[in-house]
């Protein structure tokens, strides 16, 4: 796939959306971002690092763009797929009431784009009043149910909040910035882990070689019923006669026929504390016995 | 020495009780200088007669205070929708009464276009087919080499053919929400919500922008506005960049420019207190025919689409309550702002919860920044009853009822999103009337097509499109509907010292018509033929 990956980050008014933007502007680790956010005025940027300003664009020297999409976002996102400047990634800051799978949804639907999921920020010391508020509380509700990881900012994360969220969403809870930021960088190359590279304390890795052909449904319906605890899956698996390239993030369940011939392989990420890999062996082996199982017959 | 011309006319109707009808006015420049009879202006010396308009009616330039620009420049689409209605250049294009018609008529017009180009359509509106839905299917005996996006009314929805869903690559195996599928898994064309259209708009070069502040976009809204006898017109969510105001300072200063554009810029994409003073920076850049400084807020969505916040007990199919696309938390703070920054709003409300939040946060931000002459308008206000009216009335806030809604969505309102009971009483002019508030009546075009005319009658019979008369208790009378339509509106915009009337002193902005809107000989008033306008001093004849 060569389509650049799109992260929208959801939440009401308030809750730290743009505290944990600036936070990858400052530290992009060495890719491109470009952001799209609301307004300047709520982004805080670090004077050393800026390149260059005007009306709606802000380049900083890291290499990384914020730009702000004004009445409508998805023109802005074609001039970015259309113009000259490729980003690594786009991150797009929904507004405060926002349903951030609105937005999302174009990188699922666009091909020149990857969907890369939904982080919901939820304000830990505000959101159990959100959530009954009259007026706003069903749209908070739907930005957290829509969410593939939620980033718990400004106070510890509860086991009454904990439960609270749980029962709106099934994705992982997260309490500090720099693990959020982690799982959003982490790559997702499906090739099997250096065992160089020291481990991360926020997400860990599972891989297999996949090499055995499905069919495309039952492939789905495995995916569908994989263990809790993966925040992302890619790779390419062969069916009877092509190649399919699958892209798993959260909820969402992509597989689509690959043009070219490549090397089989999935890769699954997932935070430390809530994936285990000798559960997604035992998965997978199960799931290898049946791959040509028509899924009628499953 | 400029010349003083005095136009005679079958009638003027002046809206100034002081002298409510005249056979002449006089204009020195782009102002009237006295109205009354063919000596009116002799004590100014000496006048030349034109009765190049002797034959029509004139009644004070009518002042469209809810539209938007793309009503103009949309007609670059072929229109496909269920009315009759009539482009810029004054073209009729039928109604389509079903699918057959619609594959037809674009059929027809596919055959005039060049080859590289899509076909692009809109206007259309399924709840008025009883036809099976469009599909590719349809859309492919159109053309299955040439791209074909049909846009619906709402613009929410589209149906595309097989070419356009090849561009994009949407398959049996596309997942995107939005993108529908037939019982075999296959799309049906029809893609739903901006996420899943994006990708055809992008590749058929479908850009909504250039509907909008261009040059040719600002032609075609002024021809709209001629051809229904509009003087004055909004431009209601304007974003308004340094470029677009340059472009639009020159096209509205040109002499021969016909109509006065009043731009409300959006209230989004910046902080509240930047906003402000971005509106009165334009403020200061307005010239006669380009009035800047009054900004636009959204609040709740529509209620045809169930998006609107209504109050309990909500809709009648059980539908949940509507979407804010404005927290009311952050809708007190762009209204604090603006009023303390001294900035007018135009509050976009549909449901009666989103009023009731409106109103609210106007009180709220009066109570520490006094400003009673705000004129703060909401806008659309369909579900609002005597009880905001009042305070509305209270507080000085104006409401633009949308009167056209009773007659093109009036019969669902009844069946499907509110009920019976609250259908009679939606859009009650007669309600705010009677409570002291100043009311204007609106289009919303391209929602609904431009022309006072038509909405002046919606809100005097309160017709459906079956035919029955929904709430009878809220009509109004042909003089209240003309008072809403001129000085009204004017007033909603803070120009009524200038326009709204036919008076001494005034701009000499007039509608032309062909037939008396007040005598009714039979003539129903959205019947009644408008022949042009006169803009600043300027005759415009269609
Ligand atoms: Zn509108």
């Known amino acids: 796939m060569t389509g650049i990956p799109l992260t929208v980050i959801g939440g009401y008014l308030g809750a730290g959306k743009t505290t944990l933007i600036n936070q990858i502007l400052r530290d992009p680790q060495g890719k491109r971002y470009l952001v799209m956010v609301n307004d300047f005025g709520a982004i805080n940027v670090d004077a050393s ?100 990881l939620i980033y718990v900012s400004k106070t510890e994360l509860s086991d009454h909040l904990s439960m609270q969220l749980t029962t709106i969403s099934k994705a992982p809870i997260l309490e500090s910035d720099a693990a959020t930021i982690e799982m959003l960088l982490s790559p997702s190359t499906p090739k099997a882990p250096n065992p160089t590279t020291a481990p991360h304390t926020a997400y860990t890795k599972w891989f297999t070689e996949a090499d055995v052909a499905f069919n495309r449904n ?50 699954a990420i997932g935070l430390a504390s809530e994936m285990n890999p000798q559960d997604l062996n035992k998965w997978w082996a199960k799931a290898k016995e049946k791959a040509l199982t028509p899924y009628s017959m499953l | 020495m400029q010349k003083i011309t005095v136009f005679s006319a079958k009638k003027v109707i002046t809206m100034d009780p002081n002298q409510p009808s005249a056979t002449h006015v006089a204009v020195l420049g782009d102002r009237i200088l006295a109205v009354g009879q063919a000596d009116c202006a002799d004590q100014w010396g000496d006048v030349i007669h034109d009765d190049s308009l002797s034959d029509f009616v004139l009644t004070p330039g009518f002042v469209e205070g809810h539209a938007h620009m793309m009503a103009g420049a949309i007609w670059d689409f072929a229109y496909a929708g269920y009315h009759d209605r009539i482009d810029p250049d004054g073209k ?8 057959n018609t619609v594959i037809g008529d674009l059929s027809d017009y596919e055959k005039t276009l060049p080859d590289d180009q899509p076909l692009v359509g809109w206007g259309l509106d399924p709840i008025f087919l009883q036809d099976e839905r469009l599909s590719r299917k349809h859309l492919d005996q159109i ?67 250039s509907l909008s502040q261009t040059e040719p976009a600002i032609r075609s809204y002024a021809k709209v506005c001629q051809r229904a006898g509009v003087t004055t017109v909004t431009d209601l969510f304007s974003t308004l960049t340094d470029e677009d105001v340059t472009t639009l300072t020159s096209v509205t200063g040109e002499a021969q420019f016909p109509v006065r554009i009043v731009p409300a810029l959006a209230a989004i994409g910046a902080a509240p207190a930047e906003i402000a003073q971005f509106a009165l920076k334009l403020r200061s850049m307005s010239t006669d025919k380009l009035r800047l400084g009054a900004v636009k807020l959204m609040t709740d969505g529509s209620i045809q689409g169930w998006t609107a916040r209504v109050k309990w007990p909500g809709y009648v199919g ?38 009731d939040v409106s109103i609210d946060a106007i009180e709220a931000a009066s109570r520490k920044h006094p400003w009673p002459e705000a004129r703060h ?117 803070k120009l009524d010292r200038d326009i709204g009337s036919i008076e001494t002193g005034k701009i000499a902005d007039f509608a032309i018509l062909a037939q008396d809107p007040t005598e009714s000989d039979g003539i129903a008033l959205k019947d009644i033929e408008v022949k042009g306008t006169v803009s600043s001093g300027v005759v415009h004849l269609i």
């Open chain 2, 143 to 209: 053309s299955e080499t040439r791209p074909i996006a049909v846009m619906f009314s709402n613009f929410h929805l589209m149906c595309v053919n097989s070419k356009a869903l090849d561009m994009v690559g949407y398959t049996n195996e596309t997942n995107a929400e939005g993108v529908i599928k037939d019982d075999a898994g296959h799309p049906t064309g029809e893609l739903q919500e901006m996420a899943a259209m994006f990708p055809v708009m992008r590749r058929l070069g479908i850009d909504f922008r």
């Open chain 1, 49 to 148: 690092l800026l390149a260059s300003a005007d009306e709606d664009t802000i380049q900083l020297s890291n290499g990384c763009v914020c730009c702000t999409m004004g009445a409508d976002l998805f023109l802005a996102i074609g001039d970015v797929l259309d113009g000259d400047m490729r980003p690594d990634h786009i991150v797009i800051e929904a507004s405060g009431i926002a349903d951030p799978a609105k937005i999302a949804n174009v990188a699922v639907a666009e091909p020149d784009l990857v969907y890369q999921g939904i982080i919901t920020v939820v304000d830990g010391a505000n959101i159990l009043d959100q959530l009954v508020d009259r007026f706003v509380g069903d749209q908070v509700r739907d930005q957290i149910r829509v969410a593939d």
């Open chain 2, 92 to 99: 009729l294009w039928s109604g389509k009464g079903d699918l």
């Open chain 1, 218 to 267: 039952t492939l789905i319906y495995a995916l569908q019923n994989r263990p809790e605890g993966v925040f992302r899956m890619k790779g390419f698996v062969r069916a009877e006669t092509r190649m399919l390239s699958v892209h798993v993030v959260g909820a969402h369940i992509d597989v689509t026929t690959f043009p070219n011939d490549v090397e089989t392989g999935l890769v």
């Open chain 2, 318 to 355: 059980g539908q949940p309550n509507g979407l804010w696309n404005t927290p009311p938390e952050l809708i007190y703070e762009l209204v604090e702002e603006m009023q303390r920054a001294g900035v007018q709003m135009h509050i976009h409300v549909n449901g009666d919860e989103a009023s």
């Open chain 2, 377 to 493: 308008v909401l806008q659309h206000c369909q579900m609002m009853g005597v009880d905001q009216f009042k305070r509305c009335a209270n507080m000085g806030i104006c409401t633009n009822i949308f009167a056209n809604h009773i007659w093109y969505f009036g019969d669902q309102h009844a069946a499907l999103t509110i009920g019976n009971d609250r259908a009679e009483r939606m859009d009650a002019v007669r309600a705010a009337l009677d409570a002291g508030v100043n009311v204007a009546i609106h289009s919303d075009a391209p929602v609904t097509p431009m022309g006072p005319l038509f909405t002046a009658w919606c809100a005097v019979t309160r017709q459906t499109m079956s035919g029955r008369v929904l709430g009878a208790g809220q009509c109004i009378s042909v003089e209240e509907a003309l008072h809403a339509i001129t000085l009204g509106a004017a007033y909603t915009l």
